[in-house]
């Protein structure tokens, strides 16, 4: 968390693999407004409800010229699976390794029921077409999330 980017620096690069099969870049959408948001599981009732949510503004992300990116520890194929069951109209990327929620400071120690363990914080950064991080929320609550991030998105464009 410690080294976790800011608002203002340069967003860490990463390519990783995604949904469907290939890979996802933060280059492959140099000059795009990129959203990628951090979630702890597929197919669990927060995160289930913040990808719908980011699915029901698409249209609208799409319009302001911005690509969506969900990224978990999650496989490529429960991702494909998730996507399927619910819909999804977003890029879904597996950090297996957890190199790029390490990079982006979301790779944090949680608690629950007393239980101290390691996980993935929920969290959202809104990246420019250049490349910096223009936004970063934090500890997201998922009603009105995607709503908010949209809303900064729009101001970019």
Known sequence: MANAPQT???????TLPRDGGGTFSLA???GKTVVVYFYPKDDTSGCTKEAIAFT???ADFAAAGA??????????ASHDKFKAK???????VSDEDGKMLEDYG???EKSMYGRKYMGIERATFLIGPDGTIREVWRKVKVPGHAEAV??????LA
């Open 8 to 14: 203002g620096d340069k967003a860490p690069a990463f």
């Open 28 to 30: 492959d959408a140099a």
């Open 56 to 58: 029901g503004k698409a």
């Open 67 to 76: 690509v969506v990116v969900g990224c978990s520890k999650d496989s490529v």
């Open 86 to 92: 619910h819909g999804l109209d977003l890029v879904l």
């Open 106 to 108: 979301v790779w944090v």
């Open 150 to 155: 949209l809303k900064a998105v729009q101001a």
